[in-house]
Structures are given as structure tokens and as C-alpha cells.
């Protein structure tokens, strides 16, 4: 009967997606809470490699429900995309996916939005996905929004987008330049999108409810990573959705005392694509070969990624804002070669030294990464199932981790696909 999240507690791309499709198995339902097609959740299963943005990991195992909730925002043509690039491939997504009749839509005008502002903004861009992410929560919480169930009021739905596009165009023509978007032909397209999209709407609120009293399990999947996170992270070099497990329950519409056991998700590493401080980065030769070996490029946007040493300061501080119970390490394959590796316990600046991650910008732009060395393994550990098989000096890193950080470790990566793994302690077992 226990609920389990995945959170990741870096920059986004810890490899939550693989680890919730390893843990899917033990899982009823399956729910994304928050974010939207900007996600990119990898999963190898049986040598065939997917990559999801909108849909939860758990419609690649048959029998589970999978829900997306009202936190989320949808982009219902990359939605359909995703749907039908899986059904070419022999997986049916028919009566297994809910999504909520409260969600938000992505509209056109939302990503043409936010190109324009990203290209006026040059050398200051956010570096976002270009996904229309930022304007449709922007939207949502000016009351602008539009939501699934808005759809089935068709002269409700052409008045709030006749009263919508007088903004939005006077915006994209007069302050960007660009080409405006047509009543008439915004209103079809929603109505088309409604109509190809309706078998899947639902009350997911009523379904999670009436599954955690029936004692189902539930397992919900976070996008993205803490220090992206609207509040928390990096601002304004984040996205803009809160990633932190208090967004589980005004995602999905369930009380947070349901959310029984945290799973915080690090890479054995720090990556970041986009813009923004990033303290432990490494900017040379090392950091290249992390990129290369680790094939650090974006899931949804193809960029590369930008990559550093383990910072215990942030995942620690990630884990205790989203309440982690455990922690699930990898990528512990990619530095398999190096002689020694760092992990970052502190932040100096002007001669102080920051455990905690400090609010201002420029503090996390100057600060210096201060590193306790640590012997590498030099052996290679890909693949590998159980903990006894590690290198000494691997389970000496991955305790240091742990210690540092404060949890136990729950599941170990040693490669993309689904049996490359060490489970510890299982999620579902050991939540109350
Ligand atoms: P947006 O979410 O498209 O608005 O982009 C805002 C920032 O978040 C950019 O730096 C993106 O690169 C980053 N971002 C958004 N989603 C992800 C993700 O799933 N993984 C890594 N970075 C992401």
C-alpha cells in the first residue's frame, strides 16, 4: 500500500527514468506531477532504447496505469507524437493512460513566446528547452490558462482565447516582430486536440484516491532536478515548475502524509544543460572526458551537457527539502577510469566557507568548490548486480556519499539498461 517518489536532487538527467521503470514491477499507478515535454526520461528495455518527455515510464510495462497529473503541463501534439511513436513500435497505450481534465495545455503561441523572448534576451537567454514550458505556467497562475476540461465549453473556450490572443498577439507582433495567431484557426486546433486526446481524460485526483484507499501501490515520477526548481534552484536559471516532493501533492491532488517513501536520484557526477552557476563544473580535459564517457548530451534537446565533480552541498540540501528516505546513485560506471575523484563539501568565498547553498547568484557564480580527494577504483564496474562485487574503493566513495549526505543508499546504476543495477533496500518495502 505504499507510495514511493523518485526526485532528482541535481540539474535534471540523473537517470529517474531508468530507476523508475526498474521499480515500476512493484507499482500499481504511475504518475508525473509536474513539469512537461521538457523532460527527456531515458529507459533501455530488452536492448530497445525510449525516451519519454510527457508519458510515465510505467506505460512501457503492460498492466500498469499510468497518470498524468494536473501539474503538469501538456503540449498535446508532443503528447500525440510520443503516443503514436510508441504504438510504431508494438506498445498500445489505450485504457492503461489518464490524463487530468485540470492539466494545462501548451499552446502554439506559448513556445512561440518563449523563442522570441529566449532570442531578445541573447547572451542572458535561460538556455530553456524551447518547449513553451515558462509561458504555460506563466499563464496558469496569471489565470490565463487553459485546461483540458475548458475544452468542452466551446463558447467559453472561444471567448477566453478571442480575449487571450489580443494580448499574445499584440505582444509577438509590436514587441518581438513575429507573426500573430488567428482566432478561428487556434479554436479548431484546440477542438481537434480535444477530440483526438478526449479517451484518455479523466479524474486522476478521484482515481489516486480511491487507489491509495484501495491500497494500491503508487509510484510518482519527478521531472527535471531540485536545483531547477522554480523556488529552490538556481533562479532565474530553472525551470518553472516546483520539482521538490511538495509538489506531488498539489500536482496530483493528494494529501502529502500519502507520499510515504522519498527516493532522491544523484549521478555518481553534476550535469547541467542550459545556463546558470554551476560550481563544481569542470571546464577542461576532465570534465570533456565525463561528457564523452558518459555520453552527456540532452534527451530532449540533443544539447552537451555541461559536467563536474559530486556536490554533497546541493544533493544534501535536495534531499532534505523533498523529505528524501534514500538515495539511488548512477552512472557509477562513468568513473570507473579516472585516478582519483573529488566530491565538493563546501563552497569558499571571500574567505568564508558556505555549507549551505547561498541565495544570491553571484555568490554560486564565484565561489570555489572545496574538495575532499578520494582514491579511484580504476576497474571497471559496468553492469555489475550486487554490492560485493564493487571495487573496495567504489563502495568507499558510495559511502562517503551516503554519509555525507546523510541516507542510506537504495539502488545503485551500473549501466542504461533495466537488469544493470544493485538493488539495496527496496522503496516499497521500506516505506511505512
Ligand atoms: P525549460 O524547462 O524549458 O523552461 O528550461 C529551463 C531550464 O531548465 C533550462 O536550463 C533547461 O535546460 C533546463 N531543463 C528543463 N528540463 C530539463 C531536464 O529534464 N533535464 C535537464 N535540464 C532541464
Given at each position: 500500500?505504499?507510495?514511493?517518489?523518485?526526485?532528482?536532487?541535481?540539474?535534471g538527467?540523473e537517470?529517474?527514468?531508468?530507476?523508475?521503470?526498474?521499480?515500476?514491477?512493484?507499482?500499481?499507478?504511475?504518475?508525473?506531477?509536474?513539469?512537461?515535454?521538457?523532460?527527456?526520461?531515458?529507459?533501455?528495455?530488452?536492448?530497445?532504447?525510449?525516451?519519454?518527455?510527457?508519458?510515465?515510464?510505467?506505460?512501457?510495462?503492460?498492466?500498469?496505469?499510468?497518470v498524468?497529473?494536473?501539474?503538469?503541463?501538456?503540449?498535446?501534439?508532443?503528447?500525440?507524437?510520443?503516443?503514436?511513436?510508441?504504438?510504431?513500435?508494438?506498445?498500445?497505450?489505450?485504457?492503461?493512460?489518464?490524463?487530468?481534465?485540470?492539466?494545462?495545455l501548451?499552446?502554439?503561441?506559448?513556445?512561440?513566446?518563449?523563442?522570441?523572448?529566449?532570442?531578445?534576451?541573447?547572451?542572458?537567454?535561460?538556455?530553456?528547452?524551447?518547449?513553451?514550458?515558462?509561458?504555460?505556467?506563466?499563464?496558469?497562475i496569471?489565470?490565463?490558462?487553459?485546461?483540458?476540461?475548458?475544452?468542452?465549453?466551446?463558447?467559453?473556450?472561444?471567448?477566453?482565447?478571442?480575449?487571450?490572443?489580443?494580448?499574445?498577439?499584440?505582444?509577438?507582433?509590436?514587441?518581438?516582430?513575429?507573426?500573430?495567431?488567428?482566432?478561428?484557426?487556434?479554436?479548431?486546433?484546440?477542438?481537434?486536440?480535444r477530440?483526438?486526446?478526449?479517451?484518455?481524460?479523466?479524474?486522476?485526483?478521484?482515481?489516486?484516491?480511491?487507489?491509495?484507499?484501495?491500497?494500491?501501490?503508487?509510484?510518482?515520477?519527478?521531472?527535471?532536478?531540485?536545483?531547477?526548481?522554480?523556488?529552490?534552484?538556481?533562479?532565474?536559471?530553472?525551470t518553472?515548475?516546483?520539482?521538490?516532493?511538495?509538489?506531488?501533492?498539489?500536482?496530483?491532488?493528494?494529501p502529502?502524509?500519502?507520499?510515504?517513501?522519498?527516493?532522491?536520484?544523484?549521478?555518481?557526477?553534476?550535469?547541467?544543460?542550459?545556463m546558470?552557476?554551476?560550481?563544481?563544473?569542470?571546464?577542461?580535459?576532465?570534465?570533456?572526458?565525463?561528457?564523452?564517457?558518459?555520453?552527456?548530451?540532452?534527451?530532449?534537446?540533443?544539447?552537451?551537457?555541461?559536467?563536474?565533480?559530486?556536490?554533497?552541498?546541493?544533493?544534501?540540501?535536495?534531499?532534505?527539502?523533498?523529505?528524501?528516505?534514500?538515495?539511488?546513485?548512477?552512472?557509477?560506471?562513468?568513473?570507473?577510469?579516472?585516478?582519483?575523484?573529488?566530491?565538493?563539501?563546501?563552497?569558499?568565498?571571500?574567505?568564508?566557507?558556505?555549507?549551505?547553498?547561498?541565495?544570491?547568484?553571484?555568490?554560486?557564480?564565484?565561489?570555489?568548490?572545496?574538495?575532499?580527494?578520494?582514491?579511484?577504483?580504476?576497474?571497471?564496474?559496468?553492469?555489475?548486480?550486487?554490492?560485493?562485487?564493487?571495487?573496495a574503493?567504489?563502495?568507499?566513495?558510495?559511502?562517503?556519499?551516503?554519509?555525507?549526505?546523510?541516507?542510506?543508499?537504495?539502488?545503485?546504476?551500473?549501466?542504461?539498461?533495466?537488469?544493470?543495477?544493485?538493488?539495496?533496500?527496496?522503496?516499497?518495502?521500506?516505506?511505512?
Amino acid at each position: 500500500m505504499p507510495s514511493v517518489a523518485v526526485i532528482g536532487t541535481q540539474w535534471g538527467d540523473e537517470g529517474k527514468g531508468k530507476i523508475v521503470d526498474v521499480l515500476t514491477p512493484s507499482a500499481d499507478v504511475v504518475a508525473r506531477f509536474q513539469g512537461g515535454a521538457n523532460a527527456g526520461h531515458t529507459v533501455v528495455a530488452e536492448g530497445q532504447q525510449y525516451i519519454l518527455h510527457l508519458l510515465p515510464a510505467g506505460v512501457l510495462h503492460p498492466g500498469k496505469r499510468a497518470v498524468i497529473g494536473n501539474g503538469v503541463v501538456v503540449d498535446p501534439v508532443a503528447l500525440y507524437e510520443e503516443i503514436e511513436g510508441l504504438r510504431g513500435r508494438g506498445i498500445e497505450i489505450k485504457d492503461n493512460l489518464f490524463i487530468s481534465r485540470r492539466a494545462h495545455l501548451i499552446l502554439p503561441y506559448h513556445r512561440a513566446i518563449e523563442q522570441a523572448r529566449e532570442a531578445l534576451r541573447g547572451e542572458r537567454r535561460i538556455g530553456t528547452t524551447g518547449r513553451g514550458i515558462g509561458p504555460a505556467y506563466s499563464d496558469k497562475i496569471d489565470r490565463l490558462g487553459i485546461r483540458f476540461a475548458d475544452l468542452f465549453d466551446e463558447p467559453l473556450l472561444h471567448d477566453r482565447l478571442r480575449t487571450n490572443l489580443t494580448e499574445k498577439n499584440i505582444l509577438l507582433e509590436q514587441a518581438y516582430g513575429q507573426r500573430g495567431f488567428q482566432l478561428d484557426e487556434l479554436f479548431a486546433w484546440c477542438l481537434a486536440w480535444r477530440d483526438k486526446l478526449a479517451a484518455y481524460l479523466a479524474d486522476t485526483g478521484q482515481l489516486l484516491r480511491e487507489a491509495i484507499l484501495k491500497g494500491e501501490n503508487l509510484l510518482f515520477e519527478g521531472a527535471h532536478g531540485t536545483m531547477l526548481d522554480i523556488d529552490h534552484g538556481t533562479y532565474p536559471y530553472v525551470t518553472s515548475s516546483n520539482i521538490t516532493a511538495g509538489a506531488i501533492s498539489t500536482g496530483l491532488g493528494i494529501p502529502p502524509s500519502r507520499i510515504n517513501h522519498v527516493l532522491g536520484v544523484a549521478k555518481a557526477y553534476t550535469t547541467r544543460v542550459g545556463m546558470g552557476p554551476f560550481p563544481t563544473e569542470l571546464c577542461d580535459a576532465v570534465g570533456e572526458r565525463m561528457r564523452t564517457e558518459g555520453a552527456e548530451y540532452g534527451a530532449t534537446t540533443g544539447r552537451a551537457r555541461r559536467c563536474g565533480w559530486f556536490d554533497v552541498v546541493m544533493v544534501r540540501h535536495a534531499a532534505w527539502l523533498s523529505g528524501c528516505t534514500s538515495l539511488g546513485l548512477t552512472k557509477l560506471d562513468v568513473l570507473d577510469r579516472y585516478e582519483s575523484i573529488k566530491i565538493c563539501v563546501g563552497y569558499a568565498y571571500r574567505g568564508k566557507v558556505f555549507e549551505h547553498i547561498p541565495e544570491e547568484l553571484d555568490i554560486l557564480l564565484q565561489c570555489q568548490p572545496q574538495y575532499e580527494e578520494m582514491p579511484g577504483w580504476q576497474e571497471s564496474t559496468a553492469g555489475m548486480t550486487s554490492y560485493e562485487q564493487l571495487p573496495a574503493r567504489a563502495r568507499a566513495y558510495i559511502e562517503e556519499l551516503s554519509r555525507r549526505i546523510e541516507l542510506p543508499v537504495s539502488i545503485i546504476s551500473t549501466g542504461s539498461g533495466r537488469e544493470q543495477t544493485i538493488p539495496l533496500r527496496d522503496p516499497f518495502a521500506s516505506a511505512p
